[in-house]
């Protein structure tokens, strides 16, 4: 069985949608299936929509947040919800096509793959400057972490033996699109385009996504921490380097005040010093927020017809 895990925020737009796309298209492959919605504490109707289509399908089950938890939460709470052999990631816009999937099922099915994972042909329609950070975030991820992460996203087709390992990692602070990367296993790529969204918009404002950005970096790597190494080398150097100058003056009779030098030395490595604080500081709150062990999502409800599914859905 496949299951297709689906985490929504305020997509009431899109819901009943998305999950009579999915059902026609497994329908039309012969595909045994379950569809997982979470819903990330939306504020409008989509949790109505959701536990709707669960009372009326025993093949839909609907996870609803106590409040919203964000994008990453979900995907973990419909990883540790899912039933299937095998789990597929979709998002309920549908700018993920639904055939893909089946091509990645076909993949899975033949045996000797445990992750499929889909590239982006294109981006499809982003805003530039919005694209540029992706990619410059990525290419970050990519050479710190030691992860291909170009033209990665979140739609992935993987075997039980995935989904328990990524169920079995204790940590809270999550970045699903890297750790389902790091874990390993046999992977093979299909590639596809982006839609574009019908209804709604995106719910990702630039604020989240340099939030985003930055948590995912400091959760799944420790490349920031090496700056304050190199601004240490680089203040060093510079340092070194005005010493000298003085020296040099000062023997040669040629030394002068030498104020705006000391000034602009202390300005230097004052601006490094607090902003290595910075960013130990941050490590530093990471830590605090892991080591409370807090769950990563608290469940409020749970709505399904499937009778072999204990209270926790599975």
């Known amino acids: 069985m496949l299951s297709v895990i689906i985490p929504a925020y305020n997509e009431e737009g899109n819901v009943e949608r998305t999950a009579a796309a999915v059902g ?36 839909i089950t609907a996870v609803n947040f106590s409040r919203n938890f964000g994008k990453e939460s979900a995907i973990f709470a419909g990883l540790e919800t899912a039933a299937g052999d095998c789990a597929v990631l979709l998002d309920c816009d549908l700018q993920f096509p639904v055939e893909t999937v089946v091509e990645m099922y ?33 290419k970050l991820i990519s050479k710190s972490g030691g992860l291909d992460m170009k ?36 992977t093979e790529k299909v590639w596809f385009e982006v839609a574009d969204r019908e209804i709604g918009t995106s719910k990702w404002r630039p604020s989240q996504l340099v939030k985003f950005a930055v948590n995912n970096i400091t959760s799944f790597t420790s490349a920031p921490l090496q700056l304050v190494t190199v601004f240490g080398v680089i203040t060093f150097l510079v340092s070194l380097i005005l010493g000298v100058n003085t020296l040099y003056n000062k023997f040669f009779g040629n030394s002068e005040a030498g104020f705006p030098t000391v000034i602009i030395l202390q300005l230097l490595t004052s601006s490094i010093i607090m902003f290595s604080l910075g960013i130990i500081g ?32 599975k």
């Open 24 to 59: 026609k298209v497994m329908a039309e492959n012969n595909i045994d299936h379950e569809i997982v919605f979470v819903n990330d504490g939306s504020a409008d109707k989509t949790w109505e929509k959701m536990t709707a289509l669960a009372k009326a399908d025993s093949r």
């Open 106 to 138: 076909r993949i899975w099915e033949k045996g000797g793959v445990d992750i499929v994972e889909g590239r982006k042909k294109s981006r499809g329609r982003e805003n530039p400057v919005y694209k540029g950070f992706s990619l410059l975030f990525y």
């Open 151 to 186: 033209d990665a996203s979140d739609f992935k087709l993987m075997d039980r033996c995935v989904i328990d390992a990524l169920n079995r990692m204790p940590e809270r602070l999550t970045f699903f699109r890297a750790m389902s990367g790091w874990v390993g296993f046999r």
């Open 282 to 313: 941050y490590y530093i709150a990471k830590i605090y927020e892991e080591i409370k062990q807090r769950p990563r999502y608290i469940i409020k409800d749970i709505v399904c017809r499937r009778e072999d599914k204990d209270k926790n859905g």
